[in-house]
């Protein structure tokens, strides 16, 4: 009886966090299905976009979305930049233009109780490239040299097309 | 076998992506490649310069590892990366809600609740407009459902957002003067909402300005629903 107690307890503790069962089985929806469920701050969001136009970034073609965070009076910053619909980074070239629009869209946004922020790519058809994001307090530090270019890489996440990426733009 | 087939075919074709990636020539492509060589070199050990047979496979190899992985490891950044995924259909029930908020278009914003119905704003602006349309019982309903799912956003600040949101509804109508023209229970119903909204922001606000609109519009339902005496309000003082 304590055996099969034993292996039915493991096999539960296995099923829920190795295969993921409650959400293979819709028992729990993922974090992103409760992230865009919830109502966004569209108030923050415009006040967001003036903010971060004013601090000198190019707002053509972006979209912002401020998404509250369950029991916490934190948001999550997430932009789509559109080239199709006319953003560029602004500095071709700039190695460096990642990092520092991440840096711009989290000092802009620094005031507005933002803890992470994420940003989609779109080329000039439209099509996603990529999605990458931070928490905002990584950016910060790395912006004041308080940590280094490898912790901060170490702190990014992303989420690449590749094959949008490799043939995005060809004919 | 099916498996292996299909990742000995993702392998065949990422390491034909690599250099294509690592070539391309689009302006913001170039920035966006550069940074990513950059990121999985630091984060993940993966070199895509390496245009050696060794180097590629192992960067192939690599990429096929890390992108066909479900999550980052991190639930925050998974949750973040996956809801800009899905903003498309949060773009579309954004112009649904927009064209019926501008055209009083009931069918437009029933439109846009079918695509994100939890999303609390949404039912604010569907009670207005079925309160404006005479519907009373639906614009009870919306709020009731609306209020339920801003509490179960547990988002303090989402609260007052919720009851913000209904006061200036509600009073852009007044201010159009068309509420004073409705019926009774319209009316009824509208400033009835606009005391607890201004009683419930009150208990988050503190702010004695709320106080006495709630005060205001008390008396403005007493003095429609003909009940002489104004209801004691609660403000959790």
Request: hydrophobic content about 40%; aromatic content about 8%; glycine content about 6%.
């Given at each position: 009886?304590t055996?099969?107690?034993?292996?039915?307890?493991?096999a539960l503790?296995?099923?829920?966090?190795v295969?993921?069962?409650?959400l293979?089985?819709?028992?729990?929806k993922p974090?992103?299905?409760r992230?865009i469920s919830?109502?966004?701050d569209?108030?923050?969001?415009l006040?967001?976009k003036?903010?971060?136009?004013?601090?000198?970034?190019n707002?053509s073609?972006v979209?912002v979305?401020?998404?509250?965070?369950k029991k916490s009076?934190?948001?999550v910053?997430?932009?789509v930049?559109?080239?199709?619909k006319?953003?560029?980074?602004?500095?071709?070239?700039s190695?460096?233009?990642?990092s520092n629009?991440?840096?711009?869209l989290?000092?802009?946004?620094?005031s507005?109780?933002?803890?992470?922020v994420?940003?989609?790519?779109?080329d000039?058809e439209?099509?996603?490239?990529a999605?990458?994001?931070a928490?905002?307090?990584?950016i910060l530090k790395?912006?004041?040299?308080q940590?280094?270019?490898t912790e901060f890489?170490?702190?990014?996440?992303?989420?690449?097309?590749l094959?949008?990426?490799?043939?995005?733009g060809?004919? | 076998?099916?498996?292996?087939?299909k990742?000995?075919?993702?392998?065949?074709?990422?390491?034909?992506?690599?250099?294509?990636v690592?070539?391309?020539?689009?302006?913001?492509?170039?920035i966006?490649t550069s940074?990513?060589?950059?990121?999985?070199?630091t984060?993940?050990?993966?070199?895509?310069?390496?245009n050696s047979?060794?180097?590629?496979?192992?960067a192939?190899?690599?990429?096929?590892?890390?992108?066909t992985?479900?999550?980052t490891?991190?639930p925050d950044?998974?949750a973040?990366?996956g809801t800009?995924?899905m903003?498309?259909?949060?773009k579309d029930?954004?112009?649904d809600?927009?064209v019926?908020?501008?055209?009083?278009?009931?069918?437009?914003?029933d439109l846009?609740?079918a695509?994100r119905?939890?999303d609390?704003?949404?039912?604010?602006s569907?009670s207005?407009?079925?309160l404006?349309?005479?519907?009373?019982?639906k614009?009870?309903?919306?709020?009731k459902?609306?209020?339920?799912?801003?509490?179960s956003?547990?988002?303090?600040?989402g609260y007052?957002?919720f009851?913000?949101?209904?006061?200036?509804?509600?009073?852009?109508?007044?201010n159009t003067?068309?509420l004073?023209k409705?019926?009774?229970e319209?009316q009824?119903f509208a400033?009835g909402t606009?005391v607890?909204d201004y009683?419930e922001r009150?208990?988050l606000t503190?702010d004695p300005?709320d106080?006495q609109?709630?005060?205001?519009?008390n008396?403005?339902?007493t003095y429609?629903?003909?009940?002489g005496?104004?209801?004691?309000l609660?403000f959790?003082d």
């Amino acid at each position: 009886m304590t055996t099969l107690t034993l292996v039915i307890v493991a096999a539960l503790v296995i099923g829920i966090t190795v295969f993921k069962l409650p959400l293979r089985l819709g028992l729990v929806k993922p974090a992103a299905v409760r992230m865009i469920s919830q109502t966004p701050d569209r108030e923050a969001a415009l006040k967001v976009k003036s903010d971060i136009q004013q601090a000198g970034i190019n707002t053509s073609g972006v979209d912002v979305f401020v998404m509250p965070e369950k029991k916490s009076n934190k948001n999550v910053l997430l932009t789509v930049l559109d080239t199709s619909k006319g953003f560029s980074f602004g500095n071709a070239g700039s190695t460096d233009a990642i990092s520092n629009y991440l840096i711009k869209l989290a000092s802009a946004s620094a005031s507005d109780n933002i803890d992470r922020v994420a940003f989609q790519y779109l080329d000039s058809e439209g099509k996603s490239l990529a999605t990458i994001t931070a928490p905002t307090d990584a950016i910060l530090k790395y912006s004041k040299g308080q940590i280094s270019q490898t912790e901060f890489f170490k702190a990014i996440d992303a989420r690449i097309d590749l094959s949008q990426l490799a043939t995005s733009g060809l004919p | 076998m099916k498996t292996k087939t299909k990742i000995i075919s993702l392998v065949l074709v990422l390491l034909m992506l690599v250099p294509v990636v690592t070539g391309c020539s689009e302006a913001g492509r170039d920035i966006l490649t550069s940074f990513i060589q950059d990121w999985v070199k630091t984060k993940f050990g993966i070199d895509l310069s390496d245009n050696s047979t060794w180097g590629k496979a192992k960067a192939g190899w690599g990429l096929m590892k890390l992108f066909t992985e479900d999550s980052t490891g991190n639930p925050d950044s998974d949750a973040a990366l996956g809801t800009v995924k899905m903003l498309k259909n949060f773009k579309d029930a954004e112009q649904d809600m927009a064209v019926g908020r501008s055209s009083n278009n009931a069918t437009a914003e029933d439109l846009a609740i079918a695509l994100r119905p939890s999303d609390w704003s949404y039912r604010v602006s569907r009670s207005t407009l079925a309160l404006k349309q005479n519907d009373v019982v639906k614009g009870q309903t919306e709020w009731k459902k609306g209020e339920d799912l801003a509490y179960s956003d547990q988002n303090p600040v989402g609260y007052q957002r919720f009851y913000s949101q209904s006061i200036n509804e509600l009073e852009a109508w007044k201010n159009t003067g068309q509420l004073d023209k409705a019926n009774w229970e319209q009316q009824a119903f509208a400033y009835g909402t606009l005391v607890s909204d201004y009683v419930e922001r009150y208990k988050l606000t503190k702010d004695p300005k709320d106080k006495q609109m709630a005060l205001y519009y008390n008396e403005q339902w007493t003095y429609v629903t003909k009940e002489g005496k104004p209801p004691e309000l609660d403000f959790g003082d």
